[in-house]
């Protein structure tokens, strides 16, 4: 069973071993700018980051997952330039729904695009408080997406992501309990 798993693993990687490459060293770059950029810094890392991804689902030929990329490099800076301006989040939301009409193939297509508006909305419009909860949610859908399109790094990132705000979440109430 477990050989056959990673059997598997392998067969996918071969596949595409530039691609799969890249997005395991995306993938890290990743952890890297979480666990150690803050603000300004983190914003700019997930710019960055976001024409490596971008590149690493156009080399497995996810296009809705890469234009959602490609967007974010664009969000990124104008998050950093202007904040948040309901103005600029309604015009991402807008962006979003273009891409979304020359980018559905099927219903898993659809899924980065609406992940992308869902955490636009969320970011601008919804409390603090209630993020880390929707993120595990957003993570585990974008791990749907990402087994669908076979991208190992990406689904390592939604497994260690999700088990990171899982970890955050408790810690959360443990400290708001403590108080």
Known sequence: MILELIQSIWDIFMKNPYAQTLGFIWYALSIYAFWFCKNTKFIKAMAVLSIFWAAHFYL??????????????????????????????????????????????????????????????????????????????????????????????????????FFTGIYGIMTMFILKKKK
């Not at 659809?110 to 508006?117: D, K, R, S, T, V």
């Open 60 to 161: 497995i030929w996810a296009l809705s997952a890469f234009i959602v990329n490609f967007i974010d490099i664009f969000k990124s800076v104008f998050a950093l330039k202007y904040g948040k301006n309901k103005k600029i989040a309604f015009g991402f939301f807008l962006t979003y729904l273009i891409a979304w009409y020359f980018f559905f193939e099927n219903i898993i297509s659809f899924l980065p695009i609406w992940l992308a508006i869902f955490w636009l909305y969320l970011t601008f419009f919804v409390r603090w408080v209630f993020l880390n909860f929707w993120y595990l949610i957003i993570v585990c859908l974008w791990f749907i997406y990402n087994f669908h399109h076979a991208s190992l790094g990406w689904m390592i990132s939604d497994i260690t992501l």
